[in-house]
């Protein structure tokens, strides 16, 4: 497919492909709406796809090639999006090679193929690597397939592996919802030359039509951001809950809040062992470390008493050590 828009006579449609999401409603009609964000979400990571694999000079030789990425009106009957990857430097190469039957093989791949190797970088390891004298790389999967890429391509499928996955499930977003089962993805100008070259492996460029489906969508699920992070201060606070047989599930009260602890003073847990006594009014200085969890922005904190520094008897003494403290 390639086209020049008779606008610019500088810009030039060098490849389209057709995402086709697939689905029933709960009647059992075909699906023919998706959610609004959804389908954002499908655009947003579509760009952002194709932006990375422009700049590591995928799609021309000769480098970034300005690629612009636009999208046509959904068909009726399905809900159907088809994007198209505009050329506007160097279109004249552009449009030599989209117009090439084996344009994939000779270096210049689709937005099929670019989703494809993306898909499959998910879905299997890498066995290993042969750098051919094309130019080319030969990709040999953990799954015992094999594909061909151009060296850019391979460049930036090593690369930007988190950023690539959270594109990967944007364009992949409408799997989420219950009703959409899978999505075919077809370049319309180009036949399917995925074909077998080995009895034992099967080596193209990539296929030119394939179906993604809910578990390639869980495949691309980001991993956990985590930060942790340990603070010690001291507090007064009372004994809210004491457990004899269990030092991790104490509760200390503290001026501003309650909050369960694990108490790891030996010493002090000796002598609660062999009998010292603990009203709730009795005031404790204690030395607490602080243990906080951000997991993808949400926080858990853990509190344990490292040190039992002073113990007094009497509550509302107006003897707080917060201001000055001291310990033994």
């Known amino acids: 497919m390639t086209e020049t828009t008779p606008a610019d006579d500088g810009v030039a449609a060098a490849d389209a492909m057709i995402l086709r999401f697939v689905g029933t409603d709960q009647n059992g009609v075909a699906l023919q709406e998706l959610r609004a964000a959804h389908v954002a979400e499908v655009l947003q990571g579509l760009v952002g796809l194709t932006s990375d694999f422009e700049k590591a000079g995928v799609f021309h030789e000769d480098g970034p090639s300005g690629s612009e990425v636009l999208v046509r009106p959904p068909r009726e009957g399905s809900f159907i999006i088809e994007v198209v990857r505009m050329a506007t430097d160097n279109w004249d190469a552009a449009k030599i090679a989209a117009a090439t039957a084996e344009a994939a093989v000779v270096g210049v791949p689709s937005l099929s193929s670019i989703l494809w190797w993306a898909t499959k970088s998910t879905r299997a390891q890498v066995k290993d690597v042969t750098y051919l004298d094309n130019g080319n790389v030969k990709i040999n999967w953990q799954d015992d397939t094999v594909d061909e890429v ?24 409408p799997l989420s919802d219950t009703r959409v089962t899978e999505v075919d993805v077809a370049n319309p100008s180009a036949p399917d030359h995925y074909e077998a070259t080995d009895k034992n492996a099967q080596t193209t460029a990539s296929p030119q039509s394939f179906v993604l489906r809910r578990s390639d969508y869980d495949a691309v699920r980001p991993e956990d951001e985590v930060q942790q992070s340990s603070e010690i201060f001291s507090a007064e606070a009372q004994m809210a809950a004491i457990n004899f047989d269990d030092p991790t599930k104490w509760r200390v009260k503290t001026r501003n809040r309650t909050r369960n602890v694990a108490v790891e003073d030996s010493a002090f847990l000796g002598r609660v062992a062999h009998g010292l006594a603990i009203r709730r009014t009795d005031i ?4 607490i470390r602080e243990d906080k969890t951000v997991t993808n922005g949400r926080t858990q904190t853990h509190w344990t008493v490292e040190k039992v520094e002073t113990y007094r008897r009497a509550a509302g003494d107006n003897e707080s050590q917060e201001a000055n403290p001291t310990s033994d």
């Open 150 to 173: 151009p060296a850019a391509a391979w460049n930036e499928l090593k690369t930007r592996k988190t950023r690539r996955k959270k594109q990967l499930r944007q364009i992949m977003a």
């Open 284 to 287: 404790f200085w204690l030395r």
